[in-house]
């Protein structure tokens, strides 16, 4: 297990290799960390009130931040991260702080929440259960909440966003009437939503596992069991500030958060406490994993153990009994009778079966 634990750290060193270099740099120096996980940055804008609904792709800069500066929620979508120049043209027409820019291109930042005097900045981890790997994936996700707009920055499109998006064009709920501090509780909630699914997922995968080890555990099992382990620890990782992030937002003074929206953040904040209860859970069951499967293979083998004991308990007295009669002595009254050979092996065939029963009504096998 230390071993796995050590090849981890490695790849988690490997990872944000990238980051070094960002050494010498000044505070604020934007840098891209992270894997390029699309070819073209993409802008998408959603504009949106109680009765007006607008919705544009692959828009500019200056489109961006004209539409932000008229009356109504304005949601603006980011898909792609690594192009500096765009994200940091944005910055400067939205009055964004250096440093929340050189944090949103560095996909190793953990979740948190910055209050600015314009604008609230929020990190998060995007999770998704991989079916074909049977792993968890995660992406960096920000946001940027302002007075009427909302910026949401991703490392790649096609996100969990579409039912929030399902929501604004149809009218459904609240949203429309809402102000863009809702927007972003409601991005925040598809995340923490998805983050359900997938410890569902990891639940199942993980009760599956417990039952396979169980029944007939194998050496390829330990590698599967640590695998989820650095799973788990990855969410883990991306689960716990979320709740001090939230707090954060639920406990700051700041206009951007209108009291009415205050009731869905702790709400929200609820929901972290059980995704972070759900993955302790399953933290201590994958640490009770390992000692089941060194059980499972100590039980089966004694009862191998078991078995040629017996087996080589029954032949002792048949050894004794066929050395004897296999000594060399001239003078041997029982080699001289006629049904000597038979008596033999019926004294022998006596012993085995004898023994046999008498493990059997010991139950020892």
Known sequence: MRGNMVKFIKKEKIRHRAGGSKVGLSPGAMVFVGQRKMSAVRVDVI??????????EDVSVKECRDTAKTAGVTWINVNGIHDISLIEALGKCLDLHPLTLEDIVNTSQRPKAEVFPNYIYVVLKMTTFNEARNRIEMEHVSLILGDRFVISFQ?????????????????????RQMGADYLAYALMDAVVDHYFLTVERIGDRIEDFDDRILADPKPEDLQDIHRFKRDILGLRKAVWPLREEVSTLE????ALIHPETRVFLRDLYDHTIQIIDMVETFRDILGGMHDTYLSSLSNRMNEVMKVLTIIATIFIPLTFIAGVYGMNF?????????????????????????MLCYFKKKKWF
């Open 330 to 354: 001239e003078h041997m009254p029982e080699l001289q009778w006629r049904w000597g050979y038979p008596l033999i092996w019926g004294v022998m065939l006596a012993v085995g079966v004898g």
């Open 155 to 175: 490392e790649d499109e096609g996100d969990l966003f579409d039912a929030v998006r399902e929501r604004i064009r149809s009218a459904k709920g609240r949203i």
């Open 47 to 56: 504009k949106y009130a109680e009765g007006a609904f607008d919705e544009r």
């Open 251 to 254: 406990k700051t003074e700041s």
